[in-house]
């Protein structure tokens, strides 16, 4: 078990998809009573009022959604070993997610045929925004507009799986820690793997520094995708960075808090919990052309010049695309 599995394991229940059994909690006939009473209920009188507030077709869906509900209360449901829980990421997370996509920031996903239908693949993209809406968005593309509908598995910082919470909501959607060990065992297995080498220096980093790139660190995400053979496809969010303009740091407050900064924004703290509203900012996300590294044995991963040179060429990409994107954008906002 690596050390991300060994850090979640008291944190959430964890099942290996291959190899264990659904997990049964009690419960069933409770299941079954709660499912036909609603569907009793929206059958009878409610159901002239329900096709009128969510139009026709409401019976498969409400029938889809009873029995998402059952298999949670009876626990017939699988996580894999990093605890992603396929079929909650797809009816609740995704289903959140995708009206801020679609109607909020109009998400304009370009590049999708870039990623491979299957197989092992490592997205390496630009971090901004202060909060880490554009991972989240990235995750939403990928699913949606991909032919093959394909998961996201995303590498977080520590901090994510710190906070109570968070650290459960972020296992069950598929994220799991960012060490090399995890990044090599998700695309090896043949998944769609994200990585933000800026971290909290790329979210966190002032407005008037937006669209230049820190740096990448020690390329550890390179090397993952050498162990593994994988391609490397680089992906460029414009629309982020303006979402939540960071004008100032509390880092008093930072420091007392242990977070990495506490953002002062035009909006926030001022307007209290309005300030954490994101600007309705139009966002484009690019998949790059993927950069083999099939063509390098495994121990390539230990050549560090080599590993510095491939991630120095996917960080020049990104920036490189982000300039253009920006060229071709017409405003923020439209």
């Not at 060994?6 to 944190?11: L, N, R």
């Not at 059952?70 to 990421?89: A, C, N, P, S």
Request: net charge negative.
């Amino acid at each position: 078990m690596t050390a991300a599995r060994e850090q979640a394991a008291g944190a959430a229940k964890v099942i290996p998809i291959e190899s264990a059994p659904s997990w049964h909690a009690p419960g069933p006939d409770l299941a079954d009573r709660i499912a036909d009473a609603v569907g009793g209920a929206l059958a009878g009188r409610l159901g002239a009022t329900a096709e009128k507030v969510f139009g026709k077709g409401w019976e498969d869906r409400a029938a889809s959604g009873l029995g998402f509900l059952r298999r949670r209360i009876t626990g017939d449901y699988e996580v894999d070993e990093f605890g992603f829980d396929q079929e909650l990421t797809e009816e609740v997370f995704l289903s959140l997610l995708r009206p801020l996509a679609e109607k909020y920031f109009r998400v304009d996903v370009q590049g999708i045929e870039n990623i491979p239908a299957e197989g092992g693949v490592l997205i390496v993209a630009n971090h901004s925004g202060t909060v880490p809406l554009d991972a989240l968005m990235t995750q939403v593309a990928v699913h949606d507009h991909h032919p093959a509908q394909r998961h996201l598995r995303m590498l977080a910082a520590d901090l994510v799986f710190l906070l109570p919470v968070v650290n459960e909501l972020a296992r069950k959607a598929g994220h799991t820690l960012a060490c090399n060990e995890d990044a090599q065992a998700l695309l090896e297995r043949g998944e769609v793997v994200g990585v933000w080498p800026e971290g909290f220096k790329g979210i966190g980093k002032p407005f008037s520094e937006r669209y230049k790139l820190q740096r990448f660190g020690r390329g550890g995400f390179v090397a993952s995708a050498l162990r593994a053979g994988v391609p490397i496809v680089p992906c460029s969010i414009v629309g982020a960075e303006e979402t939540y303009p960071m004008i100032g740091n509390l880092k008093s407050v930072a420091r007392l808090l242990g977070l990495p900064y506490v953002p002062i924004t035009p909006t926030f703290p001022w307007l209290g919990p309005l300030g954490a509203v994101p600007l309705p900012t139009k966002w484009t996300i690019r998949f790059g052309e993927p950069i083999p590294t099939d063509g390098y044995p495994p121990e390539a991963a230990d050549d560090p010049m080599l590993v510095f040179n491939l991630a120095d060429q996917v960080r020049e990409t990104i920036q490189h695309t982000l300039y253009k994107l920006l060229v071709q954008r017409r405003s923020v906002f439209f």
